[in-house]
């Protein structure tokens, strides 16, 4: 789900560039900012949440194996 959160961070991204340089109404501006904004921390819970996901499920399932990624 990670991907597909990370594309709608983008999208509002690209909407508030677009809302803001093409003199939209103020308040779709205010919607597309809004939608970024919510959308960043929101996708950061999400990783994490499927990082503890993963090491919860190797914990249940002993063939499930967890690969830790080197930042």
Do not use: C, N, Y
């Not at 789900?1 to 103020?26: K, N, R």
């Not at 959308?39 to 690969?67: C, E, K, N, S, Y």
């Amino acid at each position: 789900m990670v991907p597909f959160a990370l594309a709608g961070v983008a999208a509002f991204a690209v909407a508030s560039l677009i809302t803001w340089l093409g003199d939209a109404p103020q308040s779709w501006v205010q919607i597309s900012v809004a939608g970024l904004v919510w959308g960043i921390p929101g996708t950061l819970t999400m990783v994490l949440h499927d990082r503890r996901r993963a090491r919860r499920r190797a914990l249940t399932h002993p063939d499930f194996q967890v690969v830790e990624e080197k930042p």
